[in-house]
């Protein structure tokens, strides 16, 4: 069994500042534009890819546990490839290696315990996302996002189905809210039990190029012999380095003493 890697949160946040910076200062003749990634924040976008354009993404997480070793997940690697106006297939890998399990990305692994016990996933995930509404007066614009997480290593190995269903509006002055929640039926070490995970985010343009966030999002488990309730607040901002390529920072604490103390979550985007 491989050995967990473990950082501490200052080293990660100054590994992640320093991405920023040269990732930057190497692709600084930028345009404008919004990708519409879904690892911008815990809510995914309402908008699906472009028909025959490819959009990765890509991320780094670590989540400070209240025991054991820390989470560390990567790359997070989700491919969605445009199929029509309102379909998108999406492919993606994700290794992880911690305690707790992973609560507050969009990569669906298994369940850990609260005693420190080391989990361990190397998971492929597969699935689509589809329009269902466009935004008119107080009807959201909406997507729907059908997906499987397979794991090809790891201490628990069942197929997790997860349903995400998201909505949001377009508001004055470019401000953004969104809102969503998820589905999973996971594997634990016992038994399945499902998960539900509802979010919400104010997305608001500081320039062309630069955005900010807020959100809110909680994790609930149920058919654990010891279920478990962690919302979190976590603000967040991407910068379009170009008018292909995003990265993004967002950081997150735990609101409840079941909760992680706190996360950080640093990634790119880059359309084809």
């Known amino acids: 069994m491989p050995a967990p890697f473990h950082a501490s949160a200052p080293a ?47 991320s780094y997480v670590y989540i400070d546990n209240l025991a054991g070793r820390p989470t560390n997940n990567y790359p997070e690697w989700l491919l969605r490839i445009g199929a029509t106006d309102w ?39 597969y699935g689509l996302k589809v329009n269902v509404t466009a935004q008119q007066g107080w009807r959201p614009e909406s997507c729907f996002i059908l997906e499987a997480t397979t794991p090809a290593y790891g201490d628990v190995f069942g197929t997790s189905p997860v349903a995400t269903y998201v909505a949001g509006w377009e508001l004055a002055n470019g401000w953004r809210l969104d809102g969503a929640i998820r589905y999973a039926y996971a594997e ?22 630069w955005e900010v966030h807020a959100e809110w999002f909680g994790s609930s488990t149920a058919g654990l012999s010891d279920n478990t309730s962690r919302p979190f607040f976590s603000p967040g901002t991407h910068y379009m380095v170009t008018k292909n390529m995003e990265i993004g920072l967002r950081v997150g604490w735990g609101l409840t003493d079941e909760a992680a103390p706190f996360f950080s979550d640093a990634g790119l985007g880059w359309r084809w």
């Open 12 to 58: 990660v946040l100054g590994t992640v500042l320093a991405f920023f910076v040269a990732a930057a200062g190497a692709l600084a003749r930028g345009e404008e534009g919004d990708l519409g990634t879904d690892r911008d924040a815990f809510t995914p976008s309402t908008h699906t890819v472009a028909p025959g354009v490819l959009l990765h993404e890509a």
């Open 87 to 125: 379909l998108e297939w999406r492919f993606g890998v994700n290794y992880g290696v911690g305690s707790q399990g992973n609560v507050v990305t969009s990569v669906e692994v298994g369940e850990g315990t609260l005693d420190g016990s080391t989990l361990y996933e190397t998971s492929i995930l």
């Open 188 to 209: 634990g070490f016992v038994d399945w039990f499902s998960r539900w995970t509802p979010s919400a985010v104010l997305r608001v343009p500081l320039t062309d190029r």
